[in-house]
């Protein structure tokens, strides 16, 4: 007897799935925002934490990433074939925000201030856990619950671009792109969807 597909009719399951997809809808990658918490905020960065400065910061990003994560590995061979064994986690890099700027350039002052936090007019650094925040970056449904949050910790100011100006911009919008560096991150809110409204039975699948 020929074996059979281990999901059944696919026909049938595409349509199941567009149905289910129905009722709680895709993810929206426009909808978001974020918020950052500083670990010891002192004299100048106190400001950077009121709730307009907050809101403005999240009105105005246009672009973020939500981070990524892996493992280095190196091989491991006892006997047989060689195993790749991980040691160590890691985290994709650093966090890239574009931030639309207003005519007062609060959004970019808001990266001076805190550059300037992290380093005096000595050329001195301050103690790393001065000026390092938690960022939160939260997605949104469509009637901005909260559908999804991660936070980053440890988070500072690796890299504020640059803004190029010129006469053939003036239709344009001032940008700048700011590189944050962070230690790690933790899913700090998400809604569980393995629910018996959402996800089929699991199917039988045959033994290891």
Not at 169 to 175: P, S
Not at 190 to 197: E, V
Request: hydrophobic share 30%; proline share 6%; with cysteine.
């Amino acid at each position: 007897m020929a074996e059979k597909s281990l999901y059944g009719g696919s026909i049938e399951r595409i349509r199941n799935a567009v149905k289910q997809v129905a009722g709680y809808r895709h993810a929206s990658p426009a909808r978001y925002e974020v918020a950052f918490a500083f670990e010891r905020p002192n004299n100048m960065l106190m400001p950077l934490t009121q709730l307009p400065v907050q809101q403005r910061l999240s009105d105005s990003l246009e672009s973020v990433q939500l981070p990524g994560r892996g493992h280095s590995s190196q091989a491991n061979t006892i006997y047989g074939p060689t195993r790749e064994m991980p040691y160590q986690s890691l985290y994709s890099g650093d966090i890239d925000m574009t931030f639309r700027i207003g005519s007062d350039y609060l959004e970019r002052e808001f990266f001076e201030v805190w550059n300037n936090t992290m380093v005096g007019l000595d050329n001195n650094y301050e103690y790393y856990d001065n000026y390092i925040a938690n960022l939160q970056i939260r997605a949104l449904g469509r009637e901005d619950d909260l559908l999804y949050e991660v936070t980053a910790r440890e988070c500072y100011p690796k890299n504020m671009g640059a803004i190029d100006y010129g006469f053939e911009k003036v239709d344009d919008l001032t940008r700048v792109t700011i590189s944050l560096a962070f230690r790690k991150y933790d899913v700090t809110y998400y809604t569980p969807l393995r629910t018996q409204s959402t996800i089929p039975s699991t199917p039988s699948l045959p033994p290891n």
